[in-house]
């Protein structure tokens, strides 16, 4: 059995294993980097990538049929989901080739297979064995479901079956409001389904500012996604047509699928982690503000330790790693500080705390909040979209929480994190001159607003 030494064993090649990879690599490290798919991971082949390929298609169809609102003469006839896919592969797999050229180019050696810990830095794949000065853990997660609920790939299904449907589903129930499954609802009413949400908890994607949710929910009101919050499943039966699923109270729903997006665990089971006393905590391995594990010369990043599980942040992670067994200096990462967005039809995006976050830990009485409507804003009406900003500060202080709903919001977020995390003040932001007309103006009128000089504001 081959004994291969590196100065890092990355197991796992998704977006923190091949970010730690790439920068460790360019910091003069040799790397070996081991995956049993393809480099990449979920986000790339089978999550982040593929579904906004989808989101985008639906953009397409629902443009189609809006067209004359904009003066335009065009007939929708339908969606080709044969041509979908085609698209969205491509899409795959042009950054999937760039990624590999990428990684080769930096002389990282790559190992496919499926690894196993079988020492504190050594990873078993076959009969090889690759042993690092140190190791990073990027197995990421997978698609959980409910107690009872198996899924079947067909009529119960998860995200990555949804991804490869060959038709367009007449009706769908989707288990989960939170970002997967409201982004899937909104996919696919654009292509023509029939979607109900049922969520569990009071609102549609729960964890952003409660403003956010029920603007939110408005608007998949006006677009005819139905939901039902509050509501907990019970349980799912198989019908000719498809499914029934029945909820507590007695309430069934039936469609042709049911999809379940009730978040994502972290793949840790059976990998020879806790053999090696890495500490754990409900399958997620716990680590420091540096991502060290409880072992010594052992990191862990992206899905499967307990922080913000999303592609960015894996990247964020992998860099820290690298750069930590470098011995350059680093800073931890303030996951509130985080872009988070919800790419579904409007988009959701968000950084920083809550209102409710905010009080909680500022106190009610030392924080303000303003909302500026997008219907102030001219590129906003141009492109026929609503929604708006939502500030929460500190009073005399920075801004704390920067909220946004509306189509295409998610590429506003970008300024957004560096007013939350500069600290910036409302008056600071508010001298700056935004750019006319782009929804970017938002931004800046939302803050003159909260500096309290505004210009496109009705009393």
């Known amino acids: 059995m081959a004994d291969i030494q590196s100065d890092l064993v990355i197991l796992g090649g998704g ?7 790439l920068r460790a690599a360019e910091l003069g490290k040799s790397v070996t980097l081991i995956e049993k798919d393809k480099v990449g991971g979920t986000c790339l082949h089978r999550g982040c990538i593929p579904t906004k390929a989808l989101l985008h298609a639906g953009e397409i169809a629902d443009g189609a049929r809006e067209s004359a609102t904009f003066g335009v003469n065009a007939t929708f006839e339908g969606v080709d989901m044969a041509g979908v896919h085609k698209y969205k592969d491509g899409v795959i ?31 078993q794949v076959g009969d090889g064995t690759y042993t690092g000065a140190n190791l990073v853990l990027a197995t990421g997660s997978y698609s959980r479901t409910l107690p009872g609920l198996d899924l079947d790939g067909q009529r119960v299904i998860a995200s990555e079956h949804a991804l490869q449907l060959d038709h367009v589903p007449e009706t769908a129930v989707v288990l989960g409001g939170g970002v997967i499954g ?63 699923v029945t909820l507590e109270g007695g309430e069934t729903l ?22 090696q006393g890495i500490a754990m905590d409900r399958g997620f391995v716990t680590v420091d503000e540096y991502c060290r594990t409880s072992v010594d010369g052992v990191y862990a990043v992206g899905d499967l330790i307990p922080t913000l599980q999303l592609a960015h942040v894996g990247f964020a992670e992998g860099i820290l790693v690298a750069e930590h067994i470098a011995g350059l200096p680093v800073v931890p990462i303030d996951y509130a500080g985080v872009p988070r967005i919800t790419y579904s039809q409007p988009e959701v995006a968000s950084v920083g705390y809550t209102e409710t976050q905010a009080a909680e830990k500022f106190g009610a009485d030392n924080i303000t909040t303003v909302t500026y409507d997008l219907s102030g804003n001219g590129r906003s009406a141009i492109l026929n979209t609503k929604g708006a900003v939502k500030l929460v500060a500190e009073k005399d202080g920075p801004v704390l929480g920067i909220h946004i709903v509306g189509d295409r919001v998610g590429e506003l977020i970008a300024e957004a994190q560096l007013i ?33 000089k505004p210009l496109h504001v009705h009393d």
């Open 420 to 452: 939350y995390n500069w600290e910036a003040l409302p008056s600071e932001v508010a001298q700056l001159i935004h750019p006319h007309p782009t929804q970017s103006e938002a931004i800046g009128e939302a803050h003159l607003l909260l500096a309290g």
């Open 93 to 123: 797999s042009k950054n999937w080739k760039g990624l590999q050229g990428l990684i080769k180019s930096r002389g990282i050696q790559t190992i496919e297979g499926e690894g196993r810990l079988v020492g504190p830095k050594s990873v």
């Open 182 to 244: 409201c982004e899937f609802a909104s996919a696919w009413t654009s292509f023509g389904s029939k979607v109900t949400i049922v969520e569990a908890l009071p609102h549609l994607v729960p964890l952003e500012d409660e403003a956010n949710s029920k603007l939110l929910e408005r608007a998949f009101r006006r677009r005819g996604i139905g939901f039902k919050l509050g509501a907990r499943f019970e349980k799912v039966e198989h019908t000719d047509a498809g499914v029934r």
């Open 15 to 21: 977006s923190g294993g091949y970010a730690a990879a």
């Open 254 to 275: 039936d469609a042709e699928v049911l999809l379940v997006s009730v978040g994502r665990g972290p793949t840790t089971a059976n990998l020879g982690y806790e053999e």
